[in-house]
């Protein structure tokens, strides 16, 4: 590792600050864009959604719509100026649907009214006709139809056949893996306000670039006449990188077309129906291991669903495939991704991206291994990990900082996993209706966006004369600390406190162009731009300082709020102040690209990460075994942050991400009728995570060590990885099913509902 | 009695009178017409609690602080009490200690839930146990309150912090001058609001309340609203005629005598949760797990069986006890035994202008067992897949008698007559002899499926939870049987 330069002791970063929010948070202040004060006449969006999954549009009758109280218009797809679409890559996503409808819920027209109860109360009383097709609903129908969104894409390594055969035990397998609603509080949000030619969308959105430009098409504006600007999210995780862009398009339409501001804010029942989730899949695979339980091939199918559109279904699945390995080299592997269209939803971005999809196949897999041989999951597990000579991916990227053995054997010490392990046989073997079950399983996640030119942030910087300083950049804020971690970085970086740096509203009038605040990558691209812009600035002022006061430029030193000079030091505002006089520029850009990586899709090989971030988990469980309901009695985490920039904020996206995945592994399910209609679009039967799903028994620690590559301060990314340290968890369930019948593998599907781990308990019981 | 025209609350030390429109909600009162946007709509059906508020009332003549879901509470149920939100906590630039709290503790990562527990958790800075507060009670406390971003560990260390001091706050400070305006308020008068084809009432009295009914028999009888809220805001219904149960004097008490506990309907469900967990810890473990806080305080008892639901929980654990139900019509009442109530899907035992009155519960005698289980994808704040309630009489180790009804097994909340059968002189040392009777409850119970569980599912936990509940009666500690709701920690706090 090269060593770490740092010419001055650091203050500000890599400690714990508060959310730069907290305090307007707590006190309701924290402005939402529901919340920003309308401009006068603001008119309110309702969606009409399709009653039906499937089928050519006959007849849509809005009369009754139309002269419904408070209407001021409807809209359709025939109001639409120039591209009606709002996807992020392919083209497939219509804002209003024309001539069909793929499916249940898809918005076929808009209403406009004085308010939003106006609005939606005239939904209802339009008439859709619809000439109705059987749906295809689940992965197993499209599979049967051979109907894809995509064209399948494929890794291989090795000679998979031949190891395979060549192998003392073989297996074969099929897991499902259902799909998760992000349920971000808040729902789907986007103000329109019209300019006189232009357009400005304030819109609860990961990517403003990305709504601009599809605004700019639908209205056939210039880019550069339209804005979107946000300042916070009440919570994102994936759902407002692509999925936002139809609210705020929609809004951005009504204001054009009555030259009134227009908001849009989705009913939470309409946003669960009408926007995409994770993708559910499923995993079918084929194992060749040795006495030891070491892994020769793995061969895997993983099929998801998509829904109706390709959206961002090519990258997802593709990280799917990029995390099939999970920690473990493979020494021969087929690793094969079926994208199937359904008459669902389009499934989306959802933290983790599909990789937590594909570690899912690959954890199963270990258990079914020790399973079978007798052996203690988390041994085979250990003897499954990238190593010497066992370290090429099977998209030919070597694994060169591989701290997976250090980290799971102190998680192994710290959690005490041999003792309890024994602890809870001996429980069972004594309980014959709760049953404990432990499971401790690592996390590798490749940091980068794999689609390789997004990979780019960019920052203004002004230092203005009270020497306060404005900040922004093209990283969005959706309560992952995104923009406290930037400020550090710039208040660093001018030796200046926190406070003097102002954080302001992400908005592509300042910083053109950006990549989606995704892929855990926020900090890594905007910190290093941000701290770009500033280093700009203050090589100016050093070389300012160093004329003014005629010293050499290795003696000027920012610090503590003051520039110092030789023996001497002068306030940083008084510094600027002078520096203005002097006529130096007090404003810069910056810009930063992830260097080194060479992803070549077509080949499927090369660098598509820049790093990976490793962590751990070690979950306990006990379930009802007439029941099949599941507490979650402890777990322990160890965490891979690199060189954390402020604990506080990473440890909260730990404990947070680690819960929500949880939720996706357990409580959280999805369940379609076979019309193709989501029956759980409620937080009524949609259940997330509460409070006491979190055991009291909670310890959470960061692995202490830097980043090799040359990241903001050696930190690394947060966001996505912690999510499938609650594969854990889900493992741990199956060990506790397990014991009832040792040596039996165990069918637990994903999520572990009650209902699933009944499902399970009979089928090993009944054996 | 007098009459009234308008609503009446507090906000920050004024009346405000509301007039109508009788369906808005407190939270839209709140957002559109104060235009005060601290308090969030994260689903506008009580399920996430971002739109907490707490109402500050005189109850019994103490003042209390009641955390409710402004988004389904129709502003007229706020008359009489004192609204706070979060906006009203800071002093100045002095954040209140639960605010603070929340703060020091990064309890907040993107915060649109956060205005919603720092009203939960100023209301648990308010309870009469803040003094001995571990982390499975602030658990409880915020069941009804959703956080996607922080796993909730900062949440509840800030409300064990926070709840650490002496509770004086500016609120504690002023809760006698409080008490004062709130008593100025309570004016015994007979509310209505609007006119004869829309309106908001609230009579005083169950007379004017049987006089009301009687002339308006299409109006909508609210007692929290928890389940009328929905029809507002989700399925967009227009209710023109709401009678609020909520000021009917002698409609919220509760008589507790050695044999029965009778609950007027409009008792709340969080009123009535420690009287019926001391008929039975099972019973009270139901309600703790019953909705959430928010839910439970607005909530009545005469709501959770008036409405009829099948997967009400409150109606099997109250006819497996041996439930009488009074309703009121005019001036006159009748009694039945609750479960003959329930007639079919939708329909129940209750004639125009009729309203429940109250419900009876005899408590337990000493050679009599009880034991109920609610069993959900999510232990709080989750509708029950399937709930059992079993009472059990016992003759030495056999079984005399029994009487048990489920929750989410039919199309009403129904008696297993069959299995009650099969059950009586069972030996409970003799689990091997059990299979039959415990057989006898697929004949009893056809049940369907739904997003909440299969047909073959909840038959099967119907099955296990039987079996569960003969084995605990026989003498098994639920520290065997059971991954929540333990009954001996219930016992020994
Ligand atoms: C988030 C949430 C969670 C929930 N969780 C649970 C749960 O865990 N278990 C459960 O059982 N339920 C649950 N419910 C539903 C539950 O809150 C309702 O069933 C509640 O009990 C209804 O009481 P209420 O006083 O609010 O009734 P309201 O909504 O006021 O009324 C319900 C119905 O009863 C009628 N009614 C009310 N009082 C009377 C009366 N005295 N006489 C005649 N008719 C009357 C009304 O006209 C209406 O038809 C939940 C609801 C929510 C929103
Ligand atoms: S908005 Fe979710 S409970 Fe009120
Ligand atoms: S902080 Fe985002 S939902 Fe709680």
């Avoid at chain 1, 929010?21 to 309702?46: K, N, W």
């Avoid at chain 1, 770009?532 to 003696?555: C, G, H, M, W």
């Avoid at chain 1, 160890?638 to 991400?657: C, F, M, R, T, Y």
């Avoid at chain 2, 202008?353 to 419900?359: L, R, Y």
Wanted: hydrophobic content about 40%; some cysteine; overall charge negative.
């Amino acid at each position: 590792m090269p060593p770490e330069v740092v010419d001055v002791p650091l203050r500000i970063v890599r400690t714990s600050r508060r959310h730069d929010s907290a305090t307007r948070h707590v006190s309701g202040s924290a402005t939402y864009i529901d919340d920003m004060p309308e401009p006068h006449g603001t008119l309110h969006l309702a969606p009409g959604g399709a009653p039906v999954a499937r089928g050519k549009i006959k007849s849509v009758d809005l009369d009754a719509v139309r002269a419904a109280p408070g209407v001021v218009r409807v809209l359709t797809a025939a109001d639409i100026p120039g591209t009606n679409d709002v996807s992020p890559v392919v083209g497939d996503d219509p804002a209003l649907a024309d001539g069909e409808v793929q499916f249940h819920g898809q918005v076929v027209f808009a209403v406009v009214a004085e308010t939003r109860e106006a609005a939606r109360r005239a939904v209802k009383l339009a008439k859709i006709e619809i000439d109705a097709e059987t749906p295809l609903v689940t992965v197993d129908e499209a599979l049967s139809a051979d109907l894809n969104i995509l064209p399948e894409y494929r890794f291989t390594t090795g000679e998979v056949g031949a190891a395979l055969a060549a192998s003392p035990h073989r297996l074969d397998g099929t897991l499902r893996i259902g799909g998760q609603e992000h349920f971000y509080l808040e729902g789907q949000v986007a103000l329109a306000v019209p300019g006189e030619d232009e357009m400005l969308v304030y819109s609860s959105t990961q990517h403003p670039s990305e709504l601009q430009a599809l605004v700019a098409h639908m209205l056939k504006l210039p880019q550069a006449a339209v804005t979107v600007e946000v300042r916070r999210m009440g919570g994102a995780f994936g759902g407002k990188e692509s999925q936002a862009a139809q609210w705020g398009a929609l809004a951005a339409l009504a204001a054009r077309l009555t030259g009134r501001a227009c908001k849009m804010r989705l009913d939470r029942d309409d946003d669960m129906i009408m926007t995409g989730k994770r993708h559910d899949f499923r995993a079918d695979y084929q194992l060749g291991f040795d006495g030891e339980g070491r892994l020769n091939g793995y061969d895997v199918l993983l099929s998801s669903r998509c829904g109706y559109s390709a959206d961002l279904s090519q990258g997802i699945n593709d990280r799917a495939m990029f995390h099939a390995d999970n920690a473990y080299y493979l020494p021969a592997a087929n690793i094969l991704s079926k994208r199937m269209k359904t008459h669902t939803v389009s499934n989306t971005a959802f933290r983790g991206f599909g990789g937590p999809q594909g570690m899912m196949a690959i954890e199963r897999a270990m258990d079914d291994i020790a399973w079978t041989l007798g052996l203690d999951p988390l041994d085979v597990r250990i003897r499954n990990l990238y190593g010497d000579g066992r370290d090429m991916t099977p998209y030919g990227m070597r694994v060169t900082d591989n701290i997976s053995p250090e980290l799971i054997a102190g998680l192994e010490r710290s959690s005490d996993y041999r003792a309890r392990r024994k602890a809870i046989a001996a429980f069972n073997a004594d309980s014959p209706i709760i049953k404990r079950g432990i499971a401790l399983t690592p996390v590798k996640f490749g940091i980068s966006f794999t689609n390789t030119f997004l990979n780019q942030g960019g920052a203004l910087v002004h230092v203005y004369k009270d020497g306060t300083v404005h900040l922004n950049h093209g990283g969005t804020e959706m309560g992952q600390g995104l923009f406290v971690k930037i400020a550090q970085v710039v208040a660093e970086e001018f030796g200046i406190d926190l406070e003097h740096v102002k954080i302001t509203a992400t908005t592509t009038a300042k910083v053109p162009n950006t990549s989606p605040t995704a892929a855990s990558s926020g900090t890594d691209i905007n910190g290093m731009a941000a701290q770009s812009a500033a280093r700009i600035i203050k090589d100016r002022l050093t070389d300012f300082a160093a004329s003014f006061y005629n010293v050499p430029r290795e003696q000027v030193a920012f610090r503590e709020n003051k520039v110092f000079y030789g023996n001497h030091s002068v306030a940083f505002s008084e510094l600027i102040l002078r520096a203005h006089v002097g006529q130096v520029s007090l404003s810069s850009t910056g810009f930063y690209k992830t260097p080194d990586l060479t992803w070549d899709q077509a080949k499927a090989h090369g660098r598509p990460f820049y790093y990976f971030s490793y962590g751990a988990a070690c979950s306990e469980v006990m379930i009802d075994t007439l029941t099949g309901e599941m507490k979650v009695e402890r777990i322990d985490i160890l965490h891979d942050v690199g060189k954390s920039l402020n604990p506080a904020i990473d440890i909260g996206q730990i404990e947070g991400g680690f819960v929500q995945g949880m939720g996706w592994l357990t409580a959280e399910e999805l369940v379609y009728d076979a019309k193709g209609r989501l029956l759980t679009h409620a937080p009524s039967t949609y259940k997330i995570p509460t409070s006491s799903d979190v055991p009291a028994d909670f310890r959470v620690a960061l692995f202490d060590g830097a980043n090799r590559e040359a990241t903001i301060y050696r930190s690394k990314a947060v966001g996505e990885p912690p999510l499938m340290l609650a594969i854990s968890v889900f493992c741990a369930v199956a060990d506790a099913i397990h014991s009832l019948a040792p040596g039996r593998r165990v069918p637990l599907d994903a999520p572990a509902t009650p209902e699933s781990i009944l499902r399970a308990v009979k089928a090993v019981a009944q054996h | 009695m007098p009459m009234r025209r308008d609503i009446q609350f507090m906000r920050n030390g004024r009346v405000v009178h509301l007039d109508g429109p009788p369906m808005l909600t407190l939270l839209d009162y709140l957002r559109l017409h104060e235009h005060a946007t601290g308090t969030k709509e994260g689903c506008a059906e009580g399920d996430c609690g971002a739109c907490t508020v707490v109402l500050r009332r005189v109850s019994g003549g103490e003042i209390v602080y009641q955390p409710v879901n402004s988004c389904i509470l129709l502003a007229g149920q706020a008359d009489g009490a004192d609204v706070i939100t979060v906006e009203d906590l800071a002093e100045g630039s002095a954040l209140h200690p639960v605010q603070q709290a929340m703060v020091d503790k990064h309890g907040s990562q993107c915060g649109f839930c956060t205005p919603g527990f720092v009203m939960a958790l100023f209301g648990l800075y308010h309870a009469p146990h803040r003094a001995n507060l571990d982390r499975h009670a602030v658990n409880d406390w915020i069941a009804g309150n959703l956080c996607r971003c922080t796993g909730y560990r900062p949440i509840v260390d800030a409300a064990l912090a926070a709840c650490g001091d002496d509770g004086n706050d500016k609120f504690a400070k002023q809760d006698d001058a409080a008490a004062r305006a709130l008593a100025a308020l309570d004016d015994d008068a007979d509310v209505f609001a609007g006119t004869d084809q829309r309106f908001f009432a609230a009579p005083a009295s169950i007379a004017a309340l049987a006089t009301l009914y009687q002339q308006h028999p299409d109006a909508t009888l609210i007692g929290g609203a928890t389940d009328v809220g929905l029809w507002i805001t989700k399925q967009l219904r227009d209710l023109p005629k709401i009678i609020w149960l909520g000021r009917v004097k002698d409609l919220d008490g509760i008589a507790d005598t050695d044999a029965a506990i009778t609950f007027g309907a409009a008792v709340s469900q969080e009123a009535a949760r420690r009287h019926l967990a001391a008929i039975d810890p099972d019973a009270g473990e139901m309600m703790r797990r019953f909705a959430s806080l928010q839910v439970r305080n607005a909530g009545t008892i005469g709501g959770n069986i008036a409405n009829g639901s099948p997967i009400g929980d409150t109606p099997p654990v109250l006819i497996a006890l041996g439930a009488t139900l009074m309703l009121q019509a005019g001036n006159a009442t009748r009694t039945l035994p609750l479960e003959n109530f329930f007639i079919a899907y939708g329909k129940q035992d209750r004639a125009k202008g009729e309203f429940v009155h109250s419900v009876s519960v005899p408590k337990l005698k000493p050679n009599e067992r009880f034991r109920c289980y609610k069993v959900s994808k999510r232990f709080d704040q989750d509708i029950s897949a399937v709930l059992a309630a079993f009472k059990v009489t016992l003759d030495g180790n056999r079984i005399a008698d029994a009487r048990i009804a489920f929750g989410g097994m039919a199309g009403t909340p129904k008696r297993a007559a069959a299995t009650e059968a099969a059950l009586r002189g069972l030996d409970l040392g003799k689990p091997e002899t059990w299979d039959t009777a415990i057989a006898k409850l697929d004949s009893d119970y056809q049940p369907l499926t739904d997003q909440r569980g299969s047909s073959a599912y909840r038959s099967e936990v119907a099955r296990g939870l039987l079996r569960k509940a003969l084995i605990e009666i026989g003498g098994k500690p639920t520290q065997a049987t059971r991954v929540v709701g333990i009954r001996e920690a219930a016992n020994a706090s």
